[in-house]
């Protein structure tokens, strides 16, 4: 089984709302990361944040981590319509193993 | 920079052929990923492998064979094709296995077994 879940699976939103994504894992982590994947391509990396982290911001890019949760959210601000993609989380464990969970489809809509 | 690179990038077997993919990268980096992803999924890591002459299994390392024996080139075979292989393919390298940076991936592999 994949160790993320991604919430919501699918997302729909009007260009210029925010889009906010949950991500849950199952074991300890070294750090989680967030890849964005358009239609028919590979994927392209967003954003790391270690273990020991609670926040992180890149752009119009906000990570949270709560670890005792194991839970990690990603904010996108102002979407845009070139925003529309698949976004997935992935955790790092110790053995540089990166896991992928299942992604969230998000639709901006102009 | 080419980045990662695999070939084929289409690829139609029958059930019981073998083949391979290769996959190639430019940045001189020790980590190199092998995944699968199905229609409506996530990704899911078959092996990688942690430097040259070293592999290691993923979630779901059945049915494949890697070899890394260049630090550029890490090489995914299918020796008995199955239609449940029928899957697009993703080779990804980083430099630290991702715990500083990011993995960068190649464009994929599409293989349909019929």
């Known amino acids: 089984s994949q160790q993320g879940e991604e919430d919501p699976q699918a997302l729909s939103i009007q260009e210029g709302e925010n889009a906010t994504m949950n991500c849950s894992y199952k074991t300890s982590i070294n750090n989680l990361q967030w890849y964005r994947q358009n239609s028919g391509r590979g994927l392209v990396h967003l954003i790391l944040?270690?273990?020991?982290?609670r926040e992180k911001h890149s752009g119009r890019l906000r990570v949270t981590l709560d670890t005792s949760k194991k839970s990690s959210s990603l904010l996108i601000t102002a979407s845009r319509a070139a925003d529309t993609a698949s976004y997935f989380c992935?955790?790092?464990?110790?053995?540089?193993?990166?896991?992928f969970g299942s992604g969230t489809r998000l639709l901006v809509r102009p | 920079n080419a980045g990662v690179t695999q070939t084929p990038k289409f690829r139609v077997l029958k059930t019981g052929q073998s083949m391979t993919l290769l996959c190639a990268q430019d940045?001189?980096?020790?980590?190199m990923y092998w995944y699968r992803q199905d229609p409506g999924m996530g990704l899911r890591l078959i092996h990688y492998?942690?430097?040259?002459?070293?592999?290691a299994k993923g979630e779901v390392p059945d049915g494949y064979n890697v070899s890394r024996l260049k630090k550029q080139n890490f090489l995914l075979g299918l020796e008995s094709a199955a239609p449940s292989q029928t899957s697009v393919y993703f080779c990804?390298?980083?430099?630290?296995?991702?715990?500083?940076?990011?993995?960068?991936f190649g464009e994929g592999s599409r293989l349909t077994v019929l």
């Open positions: 990804a390298s980083s430099y630290v296995g991702g715990l500083t940076g990011e993995l960068f």
């Open positions: 992935a955790t790092m464990d110790s053995s540089y193993k990166l896991i």
């Open positions: 940045m001189n980096h020790e980590y």
């Open positions: 944040i270690r273990s020991n982290e």
């Open positions: 492998s942690v430097g040259e002459g070293t592999t």
